[in-house]
């Protein structure tokens, strides 16, 4: 009997906790621990922000859910790791031994990093659902008296795409409410140019978001690092290709959304010879830690390079499809060292993703993430936007079921791949 502890019930851990249960004998103990007691589905935060969900739309309570299908719940935070006894102690004072572990936590918002800088300063987030409750909450106060807003992505951010989403989401939405043209808007992003992303671009991702906030009368600042965040304004300079700072401008902002720079969480971080500098797992082909092999690590918690060196720092980011391929190589090779074989699953580094544009949206493909690619696309269209809301209620439902189908695998990619064959039919 093998007994796997999952750490962390998101995007990454919960699927993986459901994929081991349906694909490993009763005999095998799994539990899932998890700093709180219910999934979110991250991806629609953004929606939370501008009152278009509701929380309760977008959580699923996990005790009931997991207990059903025989795996053990524990709703506490991790707070020390000992990879070299494989114990894991709790906030609650539990200690908790494993044999397999895998590292699923996500990322820590590294705030701290910037004066200001999150919920606890002057700018609102969508990285958590609370957060995006916070901003629902800021969003509604800035509406009784609209002025400027800055949106964007902080100097070390890797993940731009909902950076993107928030500002485009709120411009609709301020449309809808025929108050947009109170609000000048600025996106301030570390990316070097509109569209990277963290990618170095996909297909004509720089054409499509330039001209998409063009449209919007959204301005913008690249290769920018936030100096401060104020009540009333931000402080940014921007800097040149090489590097070198060459203007420093105060905005002014009565709404503000940043996208931190993301590290990896304090009870993972402090195994520093399991991760890199900045606390994020280190796995070799197979998820799996080269220090400690039987700890195996998928999501946004994983060490990934960035795709290349941009004049202020950006990361990769690390988005669905890409973690449930990890989760999928994971579970295989659990099952593979179970068997007393050798593991033989890697996962696809690919990211495929669909951003919302309130009433629109950009579908990329990156195939593989890290240029030269095989296949490299976006394509804008309102189709995005109703794929965006199909998605979201079948991953949630999912959550729900326990369902352990591959959803972009076996779904997001034949969707895509007919997307793509009905545009070669009419060329
Ligand atoms: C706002 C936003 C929108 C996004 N939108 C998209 C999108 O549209 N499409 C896309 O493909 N990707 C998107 N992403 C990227 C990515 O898919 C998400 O970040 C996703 O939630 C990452 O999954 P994860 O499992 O790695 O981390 P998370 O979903 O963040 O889950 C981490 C889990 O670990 C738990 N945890 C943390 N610390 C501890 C601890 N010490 N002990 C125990 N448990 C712990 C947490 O409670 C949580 O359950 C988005 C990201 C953000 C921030």
């Known amino acids: 009997m093998a007994n796997i502890v999952v750490m962390g019930a998101g995007i990454g851990g919960l699927p993986a906790a459901y994929d081991l249960r349906a694909k490993l004998g009763e005999?095998?103990?799994?539990?899932?621990?998890?700093?709180?007691d219910h999934f979110q589905f991250t991806p629609s935060n953004p929606w939370v922000a501008v009152g278009w969900r509701q929380p309760e739309q977008i959580v699923v309570p996990l005790a009931p859910r997991l207990e059903k299908k025989g795996i053990r719940f524990i709703p506490q935070a991790v707070t020390r790791l000992?990879?070299?006894?494989?114990?894991l102690s709790l906030a609650d004072g539990q200690e908790l031994s494993y044999d397999y572990l895998i590292i699923a936590t996500g990322p820590k918002l590294a705030f701290d990093e910037i004066p200001g800088l999150g919920p606890e300063g002057h700018t609102q987030s969508v990285c958590t659902t609370p957060h995006a409750s916070r901003a629902?909450?800021?969003?509604?106060?800035?509406?009784?008296n609209p002025g400027p807003i800055v949106i964007g992505a902080a100097q070390g951010a890797s993940c731009f795409g909902p950076a993107y989403e928030f500002a485009l989401i709120v411009d609709s939405d301020l449309r809808k409410r025929k108050i947009r043209d109170?609000?000048?808007?600025?996106?301030?992003?570390?990316?070097?140019?509109?569209?990277?992303?963290?990618?170095?671009g996909v297909g004509d991702s720089k054409?499509?978001?330039?001209?998409?906030?063009?449209?919007?009368?959204?301005k913008w600042i690249t290769n920018a690092k936030l100096l401060e965040a104020k009540a009333d304004a931000v402080r940014v300079a921007e800097h040149d290709d090489k590097g070198q700072a060459v203007k420093e401008l105060e905005l002014p902002s009565r709404f503000?959304?940043?996208i931190p720079a993301f590290k990896g969480v304090d009870a993972v971080a402090a195994v520093k010879e399991m991760c890199n500098p900045r606390g994020f797992v280190q796995i070799d082909e197979y998820q799996r830690n080269p220090k400690y092999p039987n700890i195996y690590s998928a999501g946004v918690c994983v060490a990934i390079p960035p795709v290349e060196a941009t004049p202020i720092p950006t990361g990769a980011p690390k988005t669905g499809y890409m973690i449930e391929s990890m989760v999928t190589a994971i579970v295989e090779n659990i099952k593979e060292e179970l068997a007393g074989k050798p593991?033989?699953?890697?996962?696809?580094?690919?990211?495929?993703?669909?951003?919302?544009?309130?009433?629109?949206?950009v579908a990329f493909v990156a195939l593989p993430q890290i240029p030269p690619r095989n296949l490299t696309?976006?394509?804008?269209?309102?189709?995005?936007?109703?794929?965006?809301i199909a998605f979201e209620k079948y991953f949630i439902s999912k959550m729900k079921s326990g369902n352990t189908e591959p959803v972009f695998e076996k779904y997001v990619l034949k969707a895509l791949g007919i997307v793509r064959l009905k545009e070669k039919v009419s060329e």
């Open 27 to 36: 005999e095998h103990r799994i539990t899932v621990v998890s700093a709180i």
């Open 82 to 87: 000992d990879p070299a006894v494989g114990k």
């Open 136 to 144: 629902w909450v800021a969003y509604q106060e800035f509406l009784k």
């Open 182 to 200: 109170q609000v000048p808007m600025t996106f301030v992003t570390s990316e070097p140019y509109i569209g990277h992303m963290g990618l170095g």
């Open 207 to 218: 054409g499509l978001l330039e001209s998409a906030l063009r449209q919007r009368h959204i």
């Open 256 to 258: 503000t959304m940043f």
């Open 343 to 361: 593991v033989t699953h890697k996962a696809t580094w690919n990211a495929i993703c669909l951003a919302d544009m309130g009433d629109d949206g």
């Open 377 to 388: 696309w976006a394509k804008q269209g309102k189709w995005v936007h109703l794929a965006k």
